[in-house]
Each structure stands twice: as structure tokens, then as C-alpha cells.
């Protein structure tokens, strides 16, 4: 277990309102990462980090923001929600060699 | 562009019978596979892996098949257990495991009992 713990686990918020996911890690790992989850599109990677003040986007990273200041925690941001970013969202680490990465439970945001 | 694709949304298996799940890969640089597993609620697992060198990797009761001229993996379930139902989702990566993970669409498998 990587000690992995996100917040909220769930939300619900209104177009336009800005939001921000935390994740928080225990075990040092220089490598973070956020997905969201939706039906037919599978996992996909909005945002990532390798390391303090290090992060690179994904395929999905439109309407998003990250932040990592320190090595245990990496924040998503939704500047301005839109119905569109209705989703679970989940962090990831780096796991043992040859596990890929190891995944928090998950925050389930809805844009009303 | 979807680099890894599961084409089979759903399967529902009988209980003690064989779970074959498959994924189709596209990108010839993935040279590293994972099986990872969600339960509701909950974040997805990582279940069994393959490297490109290898066809075959077997842990208990789960065994991941690669077919490299295919681009084509699959996932065996003997026997399917009703804790076994879940989504399962596939996922490529290139340099041996050390670039980022590319997740294919997942497919729920449903054993019954």
C-alpha cells in the first residue's frame, strides 16, 4: 500500500466554480499522477509529476491545473467547473518495479 | 487515437468456467502489459503483468497471454470465483514499464453463480 489518500472522496459543485482534488502520498515517490475515470473512455491522464515544481500534461488536460510544492502532495484544479469534468477522478503512483502504479480510491465529482 | 482498446464492454461468465478477457494494442514501442482490477467504490489494483520478451505469465489463477505479431493480449480467469467480478482494465507501457501507463476501456466481468 502506498499510502495513497485523496479529498474529498466526493463533491458536487456548480459550473463555474473553481474546485481543487488533493492527493497525498506517505511514501516518497517522485512520480504522481492524476486520471479521470468515465464510462467507454476508460482511465485517462489529465496531469502529471515528477517531482516538486515538475509536471507535464496528459492527453486530457484542458480545464485543468496542477500544483506540487511538496513531494507528498499533487493538487488538481478545475478553474472554472463545466458539466464536461463530471467525473471520478484518481491519483497514482509509481509503484514497485514491474507494478505500474498504485491508485487512491478515487473522488467522485459531479458539476451541477 | 485510442492506443489500447478492450472491445468487449461487458462479459458474464458461469462460476468454475473460464473468464477470457482480451486487449488489442496499436503503438509496436508498448513493450510492457498490466491487468489491473476496480471493485465500485474503490481504485483499480494491479493484477498480473508481461513483458514483451516473455508470451506467457501465469499467478494462480490468472494468466496474461501475449501474442506480439497480434498486438494482442488476453487475460485467464480458471476458475472464475464470484470475488472476481469486476471491471479489468488493460494497460500498455513502453521501456519496460518505465514510460506512462496508456489504459485501455475496460470491461466488466460478471461470474454467476
Known amino acids: 500500500d502506498a499510502g495513497i489518500t485523496q479529498s474529498p472522496r466526493h463533491k458536487v459543485t456548480e459550473t463555474g466554480t473553481p474546485v481543487t482534488l488533493r492527493c497525498h502520498q506517505t511514501?516518497?515517490?517522485?512520480?504522481m499522477y492524476w486520471y479521470r475515470q468515465d464510462p467507454g473512455h476508460g482511465l485517462r491522464l489529465i496531469h502529471y509529476?515528477?517531482?516538486?515544481?515538475?509536471?507535464d500534461k496528459g492527453e486530457v488536460s484542458d480545464g485543468y491545473s496542477v500544483s506540487r510544492s511538496k513531494t507528498e502532495d499533487f493538487l488538481l484544479t478545475l478553474e472554472s467547473a463545466t458539466s464536461s469534468q463530471t467525473s471520478v477522478y484518481f491519483c497514482?503512483?509509481?509503484?514497485?518495479?514491474?507494478?505500474?502504479?498504485?491508485f487512491g480510491s478515487g473522488t467522485r465529482l459531479t458539476v451541477v | 487515437d485510442q492506443q489500447v482498446k478492450q472491445n468487449s464492454p461487458s462479459l458474464s461468465v458461469q462460476e468454475g468456467r473460464i473468464s477470457i478477457l482480451n486487449c488489442d494494442y496499436t503503438?509496436?514501442?508498448?513493450?510492457?502489459f498490466l491487468w489491473y482490477k476496480k471493485y465500485p467504490a474503490e481504485g483499480p489494483t494491479f493484477l498480473i503483468s508481461?513483458?514483451?520478451?516473455?508470451d506467457k505469465n501465469e499467478d494462480g489463477r490468472f494468466t496474461v497471454f501475449l501474442n506480439k505479431s497480434a498486438k494482442h493480449l488476453s487475460l485467464h480467469i480458471v476458475p472464475s470465483q464470484p470475488g472476481d467480478s469486476a471491471v479489468y482494465f488493460c494497460?500498455?507501457?513502453?521501456?519496460?514499464?518505465?514510460?506512462?501507463?496508456?489504459f485501455g476501456t475496460g470491461t466488466r466481468l460478471t461470474i454467476i453463480p
Open positions: 497514482a503512483v509509481t509503484g514497485g518495479k514491474g507494478y505500474g502504479y498504485t
Open positions: 511514501e516518497n515517490h517522485r512520480y
Open positions: 509529476s515528477y517531482g516538486v515544481k515538475d509536471t
Open positions: 503503438n509496436s514501442m508498448f513493450d510492457y
Open positions: 508481461i513483458s514483451s520478451i516473455k
Open positions: 494497460a500498455a507501457s513502453g521501456n519496460f514499464g518505465n514510460e506512462k501507463l496508456t
